[in-house]
């Protein structure tokens, strides 16, 4: 069952062909979460003559396996890694990519009971 919900959005533009990033890290303090990740707006590239590309996913995470004892994950980005279910959840960061694009995308937090 929820017991209660927080979004938050993020945005980010890069006008060169290198890859760029920002990430929000939302601090849950051992409560079981279920976190998702969506792209909800995306430009066609940063400029008319080259087509760019824009990413949002979940980057890394961290929970109790017992009392006091905090165990953090940080696995390799993956653009399919956009939802996911983590219990005594004591952190988790989202990330959001471009390269010559513009891009908006809306991460949400659901507090589990």
Avoid at 28 to 44: C, D, H, K, M, Y
Wanted: with cysteine.
């Amino acid at each position: 069952m929820i017991q209660s919900i927080e979004t938050f959005y993020m945005h980010t533009i890069a006008y060169t062909p290198k890859l760029f990033v920002i990430y929000h890290t939302h601090w849950v303090g051992g409560r079981s979460i279920r976190a998702t990740i969506a792209l909800s707006g995306v430009s066609q590239g940063a400029t008319p003559q080259r087509a760019g590309s824009v990413g949002a996913y979940i980057k890394r995470w961290g929970f109790f396996d017992s009392p006091g004892h905090e165990i953090q994950v940080d696995p390799t980005p993956t653009p399919e890694r956009n939802e996911i279910w983590i219990p005594a959840c004591t952190f988790v960061t989202f990330g959001l990519s471009a390269e010559l694009a513009e891009g908006y995308a809306v991460g949400t937090v659901y507090y589990l009971s």
